[in-house]
């Protein structure tokens, strides 16, 4: 089984909410829900772990109403995407570490350890190389993403026309205690609204300085398609930069990316190419 096999179970799960006539934020919940129960995946439980050998892990989700929840470096928990969403019940966007995992047990989540053999053999793999300096130079710029499969994500529109958008991730390897990726900041890693929502990976701290989910959502907004506003958003990185893009407007979904990635959307369906859903 490869990452696709899980990003094609995920959209079948929020594909059917929405058949049913869920709303778009259940079905970007429970599709990332899945994925980040899915050990192959970096999020949820098989993130990747820190420097110092703990799994602190991103999240956010948002709808096209505006209204967001985001979660940084909280740790033991099973699935942040929840968590985010409790906190967008909240006056407040963004919580972060131990103040969002105190928060988590108050609204009920369980202490839950994310690491698995396979986090931990990477873990000490990257230690290895960072004590002999076995390094390449290109991973000496790059090697914080060289784990970059399996952040999840996914986007929605629901039969009554509303949007939502969110993402879920572990970070990367080589990655400080504390570090926090565009994943849960909104207009970064996710963006959503009237015209559509948008969900990207990739190199986090570019795409934090390029805002690109809300430059993707700006050029759908501007009359562009979803396809022309995802693949415009690709083209402010230079190719040695990994970026995905997904996103669903009113005219449909769109993908960029450029690296081989996995993911799944209920129009034609292109496999291998992205680890996201749509």
Not at 43 to 51: E, K, Q, Y
Not at 197 to 206: D, L, N
Not at 250 to 278: D, F, L, Q, V, Y
Request: glycine share 12%; aromatic share 6%.
């Amino acid at each position: 089984m490869s990452v696709v096999d899980g990003a094609e179970e995920a959209g079948r799960i929020g594909l059917t909410l929405l058949e049913r006539g869920g709303p778009a934020l259940d079905a970007v919940t429970e599709a990332i829900v899945a994925l980040e129960d899915d050990p192959r995946m970096n999020a949820g439980t098989g993130s990747r772990l820190r420097i110092d050998g703990r799994a602190q892990m991103d999240a956010s989700i948002m709808t096209d109403d505006l209204e967001a929840g985001a979660v940084a470096a909280i740790e033991l928990v099973k699935n942040p995407i929840l968590v985010a969403r409790k906190v967008m019940e909240t006056p407040h966007v963004l919580l972060v570490g131990a103040d969002a995992i105190r928060f988590a047990r108050r609204k009920g989540f369980r202490r839950y350890d994310p690491v698995t053999p396979d986090s931990t053999r990477r873990w000490k793999e990257s230690l290895q190389k960072i004590r002999t300096g076995d390094l390449s130079p290109h991973e000496k710029k790059w090697s914080a993403f060289r784990d970059l499969i399996g952040t999840v994500g996914a986007v929605a529109r629901d039969a009554a026309g509303r949007f939502s958008a969110g993402s879920s991730t572990g970070g990367t390897a080589f990655m400080m205690p504390g570090r926090v990726g565009d994943s849960p900041i909104i207009g970064a890693g996710v963006y959503c609204g009237p015209e559509g929502a948008v969900s990207v990976t990739g190199h986090g701290e570019e795409i934090i300085r390029r805002v690109l989910s809300k430059f993707v959502y700006d050029r759908m907004a501007a009359g562009r398609t979803t396809q022309a506003a995802a693949e415009e958003g690709l083209r402010l990185f230079k190719r040695t930069v990994p970026i995905g893009i997904i996103a669903v407007g009113k005219g449909g979904a769109g993908e960029a990316c450029n690296r081989p990635m996995a993911w799944w959307t209920n129009g034609p369906r292109k496999r291998s190419r992205r680890h996201r859903i749509a």
